[in-house]
Structure formats: C-alpha cells, structure tokens
C-alpha cells in the first residue's frame, strides 16, 4: 500500500533541480512549464540563491514543476494519471497542486497556471503588511495551542502530535520565541508570509475568481486524493480544487492525512524532490512505515523498486 507525497514551500533549496537537467527531455519540459507559469524555472532552480527562491512567486511554482519532473522521470513520462502506481496521493499546502497534475485531475499546464495565480496572490496578501510563520516543536498540544493563541496568532498547520506552525504578525512570533511553551522550541520559517490564515483571505478572493477558468477531472477511482482540509479523501476533481482555494487562508492538517494513511494500512510512503520534509514527519509519526526520498535522478531505481513493492503497479514489461 503506497501513498505518494509531495512537499511544501520551504522544502526548496538553492540549485536543487539542477541534476535534473542532465536527463534527457527535462530541460524542454521545464521550459513547456515555465511558460505556462510565467517564470524561469531553470535559472531560479539552478542558479538562484536562497533569498531570490524563499520569494513565494517563484518557490511554489519551482516546487510544483519539481514534483511533476521528478514523476515523469520515475513514470517514464506517462505520469501518474495513466497508470497510477500509488493508492493515495497527497500533497502539503501547494504540494497539493503538484498533485493535481500527478493525479490528471489537472493537466501539467493548468496546474502551473493555478500556481502562478496562487503564489502571486499570495505574494501580494503577504507583502500587504508583515508576517511570518514558526514551527513549535515539542511540548504539550493543548499548552501550544494556548500560546499561539495568548500571542494573538494562529495555527496555520498541524504537522504533526510534536509539531504545530504558529502564523500571524512578525512582532508575535518573535514575542513567542521569547517565550516558548513549556519543554517546546520555536523554530522561524523561512516564508514570507502568515500563510493559511485570515491574512491570506484578498488571495483566496483571487485563486476563486480564477479556478471557474480550469476544467477539473476525476482522479483514478483506485487513487484517491487525500486533503490537507482534515484529511477529506476525495474522488472528485472538482471538490480538490474547491478545496486547494479555500486552502490558502486555512489550516493545513498533515497529522489529519497521516492518520489517514495509517487507517489504509499505507505500508510505504514515496517523497517527490524536494523530499524529506514529509517523511522526515512520518518517520516520527508512523513507525514501521517504510519511507523513500526522490531528490535526483540517482535516487530513481530506488525508487522505482520501492514503489514495485509497495504500489498497486509496477514498472517495466508485465512478467509471464
């Protein structure tokens, strides 16, 4: 039983698809992408630096088009959509429009529309005053949960049980990581904004007034999408992208999807580059659940065996 994950922003790195370049057809299909999001996917995934990548109108389109290379590279170029090889797909914050594409719930170019639309409606909410988000690592749930709220911020995810991200203005995260809960660290992001919270609300507007512009499909029934909205698993392409929109000023609840791959008795969990952000969280949440990270092309008969054993399919010519 296999569920395939995709990450969220933060998860990007200075030069990170650059091994990606050196397989055949990557750098024209990261062209092909680039232009339907209007951004230099190449240059800011190979030669930008930390600074210029951590803005949010270039990180989520970088991190959705890694997502899409790195499974057609695994897939052969078939994608996921025409032959799922998973029992579950999911995808954190705007991993989870990676996953409309990996799923055909939308094509890989309207997929970078969508995100071109959402990473720059949600640069503007963020730049509109500031804002950030920190992770608060450890310490009791309820006690955390107290203190985000006593700093007048939000929990904008819940990643896991040691694991809550506190969101809202940039004075009260620093005021909680003055005062930190009880046996807790607070950990800064490296975001620009409070996402999924109510400061995000004019970039909801936007992405609703945008999606009536795609057409959605249903994913593969044996392949159902599970949300970061309280782990809805859902079938219908349209009530996916419902809600990736109402998403953007919303929690996001991966502890929620987690417990929904330990109810499906998910035996192994594959992390599209830039992996290791999700199963560094399962490692901790689900014991004896075997993980896997795709970060370059090495990593791809890795994962191509590990998906053999643990997917619905398998790769490679049917055996008599």
């Not at 997929?111 to 920190?134: D, F």
């Not at 985000?148 to 040691?162: F, M």
């Amino acid at each position: 039983m296999l569920a395939i994950v995709c990450p969220g922003q933060g998860a990007q790195k200075p030069g990170f698809l650059s091994p990606w370049l050196e397989v055949i057809g990557v750098r024209d299909a990261l062209g092909e992408l680039s232009e339907a999001a209007g951004v230099d996917l190449i240059e800011h995934g190979t030669a930008s630096d930390a600074e210029t990548i951590r803005d949010t109108a270039i990180a989520q389109p970088l991190l959705v088009a890694a997502g899409i290379i790195a499974a057609d590279c695994l897939t052969g170029g078939d994608g996921f959509a025409a032959g799922t090889q998973a029992d579950v797909l999911a995808g954190h914050s705007v991993g989870e429009v990676t996953a409309t594409a990996l799923s055909g719930v939308l094509s890989d170019a309207d997929a970078m529309r969508l995100v071109a639309v959402r990473s720059r409606a949600m640069a503007k909410a963020a730049a509109a005053e500031p804002t950030s988000m920190a992770a608060v690592v450890g310490g009791v749930r309820e006690e955390v949960l107290a203190a985000i709220e006593q700093h007048g911020l939000a929990p904008a995810n819940i990643n896991s049980a040691a694991q809550v991200v506190a969101a809202g203005a940039q004075e009260a995260i620093a005021a909680l990581a003055a005062e930190p809960p009880a046996r807790a660290r607070v950990i800064p992001l490296q975001v620009a904004g409070a996402f999924h919270t109510r400061y995000m609300a004019s970039a909801r507007e936007e992405l609703a007034a945008f999606a009536p512009q795609l057409t959605p499909h249903d994913p593969l029934a044996q392949c159902p999408l599970v949300s970061n909205a309280s782990g809805e698993v859902v079938t219908e392409g349209a009530r996916y992208l419902e809600l990736i929109v109402n998403q953007v000023a919303s929690p996001v609840d991966w502890e929620a999807c987690m417990g929904v791959f330990a109810e499906r008795g998910v035996t192994g969990i594959l992390e599209l580059a830039p992996a290791g952000t999700l199963t560094g969280l399962a490692k901790r949440e689900l014991k004896g659940v075997a993980l896997q990270n795709l970060n370059t092309p090495e990593d791809l008969e890795a994962a191509q065996a590990f998906v053999n054993e643990h997917g619905l399919h398998h790769f490679g010519p049917e055996e008599d």
